[in-house]
């Protein structure tokens, strides 16, 4: 997958599960402490939400096992721990292999350490907080992680009702189903910068369009656009004789298991850049 664009399949699977609490970590703070004392739980240091003492079988206790089987790649494991199980369960092994490029890169995201500060218990449902480095600047900040139990185990909300129930309908399709749909966005978004680049080349040449291999020289379009497998799609620009015109088209590698759509964008300098896409069975599409 693209590196600069954001994967919708690993979000999916790994951001929810990282919703950053609505309360200031002060909040969290104090909330964490009070339930503490009303079920005994031991923190080290209340005062600096230290780690705190993780009972075997308990929400803690599950989100602490979750993230150990995601770092050393056992994703049937983790993923049994979350309500995204359903998705995961009739996976045979050549098939959870074959998503294995998407939750390795996933597994390289969680840090070595994570630091389990509060655990609040109501019931069915609890709430761990935790710490974790910040998608942007790394910095480790105070998170919210959901459960509910079932069963009499818990088990993490990686996503909401309406979501599970797509998830519980579509069974093991539904990481594949996903993974199609974010090559798709990923695609649109590859658009985007290769109608962005061609426009500023063409203020900057008199109007004249430029080839991949040049639009990469000018920092204008990365790398990765040359890969041919950028998100499950293979991309090519081409040129008319006078560089006054440009098309630029995509194809899935694999129809039906890396895309299901074709892309097609055709570009005059006269008139805005139309993208088309359409299900053409893996077949490019025509002008």
């Given amino acids: 997958m693209s590196k600069k664009v954001s994967s919708l399949f690993l979000l999916t699977v790994i951001s929810s599960v990282l919703a950053v609490s609505g309360c200031a970590v002060e909040a969290a703070k104090s909330q964490a402490e009070k339930q503490n004392q009303k079920t005994g739980i031991v923190t080290e240091n209340s005062q600096s939400l230290s780690k705190i003492k993780i009972e075997p079988n308990s929400p803690a206790d599950t989100v602490r096992i979750f993230y ?57 449902k609890a709430a761990v907080t935790a710490k974790f480095p910040d ?77 991949v291999e040049t639009l990469i020289a000018k920092n204008f379009l990365s790398q990765d656009v040359t890969s041919g497998t950028v998100g499950g799609y293979n991309y090519k620009i081409t040129l008319s004789a006078d560089k006054k015109q440009y098309s630029a088209a995509a194809e899935p590698n694999v129809y039906g298991k890396t895309g299901k759509l074709s892309f097609r964008l055709d570009a005059d300098g006269k008139q805005n850049p139309k993208l088309r896409e359409e299900d053409n069975k893996g077949q490019p599409l025509k002008n």
């Fill in 135 to 211: 998608g942007e600047t790394n910095q480790l900040q105070l998170q919210q992680i959901k459960l509910r139990r079932e069963n009499n185990v818990w088990i993490i909300m990686t996503v909401n009702e309406q979501s599970e129930a797509v998830i519980k309908k579509e069974g093991k399709n539904y990481f594949f189903n996903l993974r199609i749909e974010t090559h798709h966005a990923e695609a649109r978004d590859m658009f985007e910068r290769i109608m962005k680049a061609q426009m500023v080349f063409a203020m900057q040449n008199g109007g004249s369009f430029a080839d």
């Fill in 68 to 124: 150990k089987n995601l770092r050393e790649k056992k994703f049937r494991e983790a993923i049994f721990l979350t309500n995204l199980r359903p998705a995961i369960e009739g996976l045979t092994e050549t098939e959870l292999k074959d998503l294995e490029v998407d939750f390795s890169s996933l597994a390289q995201q969680v840090p070595a350490e994570i630091e389990i500060n509060g655990e609040i218990i109501s019931g069915e």
